[in-house]
């Protein structure tokens, strides 16, 4: 089919590509919720995403974490999301800067006070 489509177009003129088609969403009844959290567990059929807010981040957390959200898809979704969400981080740290997600290396240590 491919080949027809070539074979239509003219000589010495480009082919138009065809832009993806866009998909319409209806976002009016969304609920957002902040994540500082997740854990992603899985089966040979889907994976398992859970989201929630962690209020103590540095060290283990004395208090179980609330899960809030959890997201279940199967593996092509999984793999999608996985690319979107690298593009997207790639273009932050192009613009922004190297994200350390080691929080010890982002604490800055705090200078002794000085002797008077």
Known sequence: MADE??????????QQQQAPPQVELDDSHVISSYANFCRVTGTPEELIVDFGLNTQPVGVPENPIPVT??????????KRLLAALSMSVQR?????????TDVRKRVQAQPA????
Do not use: D, S, W
Not at 9 to 14: I, L, M, V, Y
Not at 69 to 78: D, E, G, P, S, V
Not at 113 to 116: D, E, L, N, T, V
């Open 5 to 14: 489509q070539k074979e239509a177009a003219p000589q010495g003129q480009p």
């Open 69 to 78: 959200q959890r997201i279940i898809l199967n593996h092509f979704t999984a």
């Open 92 to 100: 932050h740290e192009a613009a922004f800067g190297v994200l350390e």
């Open 113 to 116: 006070p000085a002797a008077q």
